[in-house]
């Protein structure tokens, strides 16, 4: 009786394993950069917080793992495997569960990548058109904070556990002016406390506190992290200032503390006139 109660437990894994299979993500479109960046997305918009993130590369496995509340106060548990080959990207997605085959995570992890693989290029193309492109509708900035782990799709490094926000900016200038950027003129305003400004922190001292995190991490015994090598990696993928003229756009990284914000104001200075202009985003 107890081999035959295992035969049947066995074939019921095996079953539902086949129908999980359905729903692993196969893609011959798509870079594994990409790959990585919707399904951190995916799984954040199923509710769940990354907990642990490693990129996946060609010939290198990737994962994220995650966990999210549930309605009755139990916690949720998720794994996705990230496959890159030379042709093709392979993901597969599963709550962590022993032998229940519950298949919620995966079915919602496979139909929010799958949306985000099909319409970002086309989102992305339509939003640009309706706001005027480059060409059109004005200066328009985006300023984005990575969220946790999400900066280790950018960096490699996990800034937030050092007490460092990564913030994305991006600028067109679509109007028919030109225009003097200076990165160091953005500020964050404190959702709390009465809304003070924030000034970004410089490159050697995001470097030195990342330095300080990884020897923690890495522990005793472990080589020390190069400061200078985390300084020149802040330093390549931050925003540079630069001229903007009619059509021109830049796009970088700025660092902040660690804290909670409620928008970014940023300035331009009008090259012709040489006054001021403010914009302001509201998080």
Known sequence: MRSRALIAIAMLVEGCTSVQEQYNVRRTNLSCEDANRYAFQSMTSLGYTVTDLHRAAIGQEGTLKGTRSGDRGEVHHATVHIRCETSEVLL?????????????????????FTSLADNAPAMASWDRQRSGGTTGGGVKFKITPQIGLETKLDFGEDLAGAGILAVKVSVENGSDRTYQFDPASIELRQSEGGGGKVAQMAIEAVAAALARSDAADAGQGAPAPDPQRLAGL?????LKGRTLRPGDQAEGFIYFPTGHYSRARATLVDVETSESEGFAVDF
């Open 92 to 112: 597969t997605a599963a709550e962590d569960q022993f032998l229940k085959q519950d298949l919620t995570f995966t079915r919602g992890f496979y139909l929010a």
């Open 234 to 238: 802040l330093g390549e993928r931050a």
